[in-house]
Nanobody
């Protein structure tokens, strides 16, 4: 059974940075693309960023381009989301998940059940 555990969220002022981590188990990690998603209060869950199996290709939603960076460490079976220049509109619960490709993740096609997520709150 696949288990995804997100961590690294917190409260930060606008302009600050956070680094989220996602530890995965129960799947051959190097064979799947990985993605980050978020859900703000009262809104649907949305795609944030994705990275290919090899790490060579990445995809971002427009609102985070130039501010967020997704990366992965297949040896540690962990992947990350570095978030810089955070804005109040980035406030949400952030989730990770796996998928067949970066394009699929960008359209919310995922393999696994959602974890608990990690709360990111950006104050103005």
């Amino acid at each position: 059974q696949v288990r995804l555990v997100e961590s690294g969220g917190g409260l930060v002022q606008a302009g600050g940075s956070l680094r989220l981590s996602c530890a995965a188990s129960g799947r051959v990690f190097s064979r799947v693309a990985m993605g980050w998603f978020r859900q703000a209060p009262g809104k649907e869950r949305e795609f944030v960023a994705a990275i290919s199996r090899s790490g060579d290709f990445t995809s971002y939603t427009n609102s985070v381009k130039g501010r967020f960076t997704i990366s992965r460490d297949n040896a540690k079976i962990t992947f990350y989301l570095q978030m810089n220049n955070l804005k109040p509109e980035d406030t949400a619960v952030y989730y990770c998940n796996t998928g067949p490709s970066t394009d699929s993740l960008a359209t919310m096609v995922t393999f696994d059940s959602w974890g608990q997520g990690t709360q990111v709150t950006v104050s103005s």
